[in-house]
């Protein structure tokens, strides 16, 4: 399990980019703090709430399976 956190932070990152957002623009859209975006995206949070990534994942218009694998 512990490369879960790099692949759920890779994958934000990746359909952050492909949507053109910056982390600023997600936490706006997914209305949480831009600072927990910094921390999901370089691993400083290990193991994000699932509502939390339910939000990212709305934001970004993926599921969460999509940003899990």
């Known amino acids: ?9 890779e994958n934000i990152k990746k359909y952050r980019k492909k949507k053109g957002i910056t982390q600023d623009r997600l936490s706006k859209l997914a209305d949480i703090t831009y ?26 218009g993926v599921s969460i399976d999509d940003l899990m694998k």
């Open 1 to 9: 399990m512990a490369n879960n956190k790099s692949v759920i932070a």
């Open 35 to 60: 600072n927990t975006i910094i921390k999901i995206e370089s691993g400083a949070t290990y193991n994000p709430r699932v509502e939390t990534l339910k939000q990212i994942a709305n934001a970004l």
